[in-house]
T-cell receptor, first 114, second 117 residues
Framework: QQPVQSPQAVILREGEDAVINCSSS?????VHWYRQKHGEAPVFLMI???GGEQKGHDKISASFNEKKQQSSLYLTASQLSYSGTYFC????WGSGAGSYQLTFGKGTKLSVIP | DAGVIQSPRHEVTEMGQEVTLRCKPI?????LFWYRQTMMRGLELLIY????????DSGMPEDRFSAKMPNASFSTLKIQPSEPRDSAVYFC???????????????FGEGSRLTVL
């Protein structure tokens, strides 16, 4: 079950903030966030596990609301280097021991301009 | 560590030909994934292995696709016969899923861009 990301695209000026949302219709075990620059492979940002935790590093953080099966990625004081496509990947709860079915959303294209 | 290594980086072939994509995961990782990326469908999980054993291949589009992992340091994705709609970037990723969390970050290779004419 593919998670739904919103918005599909966003344009920011340097220094502005953005929020990217990821939602699922299934109970989630974990949410992964990755960033992909054009022509490159996706790069890991963070994992959030069932439990409603919030994580972050530098000016990028994320939250996981397990009641709503939603995760949000927060980018504050955006920099030009933040440009890229952001993907959330979700693992469904209860899909079995050893299950690791990480399904990605269609991505959110973020463009940061000077 | 060299990271996940994929080959070839680019492949152009004609419809009907066999295509073999190769992947060397990061040493010590116990999970390996094959994804396909297209503009229309995004990143699709094709198959993943845990300790060299295929766990779920429900994402493999057709019988034309097959994947193997004969040992912990090598995997192949084969398409036979190839069709134009198979054109995409194929990513291999590996991970170490800890016993405690049963999940872990995915490290992606640089991808194999396949064009089927």
């Amino acid at each position: 079950q593919q998670p739904v990301q919103s918005p599909q695209a966003v344009i920011l000026r340097e220094g502005e903030d953005a929020v990217i949302n990821c939602s699922s219709s299934k109970a989630l075990y974990s949410v992964h966030w990755y960033r992909q620059k054009h022509g490159e492979a996706p790069v890991f940002l963070m994992i959030l596990l069932k439990g409603g935790e919030q994580k972050g590093h530098d000016k990028i953080s994320a939250s996981f609301n397990e009641k709503k099966q939603q995760s949000s990625l927060y980018l504050t004081a955006s920099q030009l280097s933040y440009s890229g496509t952001y993907f959330c990947g979700t693992e469904i709860w209860g899909s079995g021991a050893g299950s690791y079915q990480l399904t990605f959303g269609k991505g959110t294209k973020l463009s940061v301009i000077p | 560590d060299a990271g996940v290594i994929q080959s070839p980086r680019h492949e152009v072939t004609e419809m009907g030909q066999e295509v073999t994509l190769r992947c060397k995961p990061i040493s010590g990782h116990n999970s390996l994934f094959w994804y396909r990326q297209t503009m229309m469908r995004g990143l699709e999980l094709l198959i993943y292995f845990n300790n060299n054993v295929p766990i779920d291949d429900s994402g493999m589009p057709e019988d034309r696709f097959s994947a193997k992992m004969p040992n912990a340091s090598f995997s192949t994705l084969k398409i036979q016969p190839s069709e134009p709609r198979d054109s995409a970037v194929y990513f291999c990723a590996s991970s170490f899923a800890s016993i405690r969390t049963n999940t872990g970050e995915l490290f992606f290779g640089e991808g194999s861009r396949l064009t089927v004419l």
